[in-house]
């Protein structure tokens, strides 16, 4: 591990950092975390750093947004590894690495009921997921106040459920969507890719060229819900067990269409084996 990489874990710790940054004139930049680092997260960092003098990473698998059937115990866990890869960027300045305790202190009762672009989609199948990124969220942004902070676009939802909390909010941070990184097979690069075996795999690539072939046949104009339930059937040819969605929505809300009259966005999820993956692209 980097020894001399800056890492703190108290919220008291975070501020004294961010208001020395703010006494030095410096603008500053937050990329929330989950741990388990790729190059899809390192390209966050980086987009911080043209944004923001100074860059806080912030890593903490979020409890409350996991379900008690979901991957919360097991989700990878790598301090030292990330604070690793963090360094040699060179594109960040300090970690903020909270125990669940520190975010959830003893008798802990506040929650945020979101709407919106939080309805359907990851909703239907994850209730719980939105009140629990929203609460992490908020409270990522009230303890290190940047003027910026950056989320991937893998999460297509989320980043649209940020945004709509922090203007909801009055939250003075501007909120940037970063593209999708992918491997060279064209999967999405995702923390949760480790647990794919090398038949899943294969498998798990076929998402992104389902959703490209979904996205040619909505521009040669087959009808909405005809190509999402011919993605949805060509996930499940590729050998994806289940399918939890495959929708086209409006690029800015979220909401349904029926026609490709504005921006949109071409959404899926599906599982195979113990993995969910989440996938989209814009149409």
Excluded: W
């Excluded at 919220?11 to 741990?35: D, I, N």
């Amino acid at each position: 591990m980097t020894e001399d990489f800056p890492i703190v874990s108290g919220v008291c710790e975070l501020r004294q950092s961010v208001a020395a940054f703010r006494k030095a004139g410096m603008r500053v930049g937050l990329v929330p975390t989950m741990g388990a680092l790729h190059d899809g997260h390192l390209s966050l960092l980086h987009e911080a750093k043209k944004r923001a003098d100074r860059v806080i990473v912030s890593i903490f698998v979020n409890p409350t947004q996991f379900a008690p059937n979901e991957d919360y115990d097991s989700y990878p866990r790598t301090l030292n590894a990330d604070a690793d890869k963090i360094a040699e960027t060179g594109a960040a300045d300090l970690i903020f690495a909270p125990s669940a305790r520190e975010m959830y202190p003893t008798n802990f009762a506040t929650g945020i009921l979101v709407g919106g672009p939080a309805r359907g989609l990851e909703s239907d199948h994850r209730p719980h997921f939105f009140a629990g990124v929203a609460v992490i969220v908020a409270k990522l942004l009230i303890a290190a106040t940047p003027d910026v902070a950056v989320f991937g676009e893998k999460d297509y939802q989320q980043l649209l459920v940020v945004r709509r909390l922090t203007a909801d909010l009055g939250l003075p941070v501007e909120i940037v969507g970063a593209p999708i990184l992918r491997d060279a097979d064209g999967l999405a690069m995702s923390s949760r890719n480790v647990y794919l075996s090398q038949a899943e795999h294969a498998v798990a690539v076929r998402m992104n060229a389902v959703l490209k072939q979904t996205g040619d046949s909505l521009r040669r104009g087959t009808a909405i819900v005809e190509a999402e339930a011919d993605g949805k059937r060509a996930l499940l040819d590729a050998g994806f067990q289940s399918v939890d969605y495959v929708a086209v929505r409006d690029a800015a809300t979220l909401g349904a269409l029926e026609t490709l009259d504005r921006p949109a966005r071409l959404l899926a999820a599906a599982k195979i084996g113990r993995t969910r993956l989440i996938d989209n692209m814009a149409v």
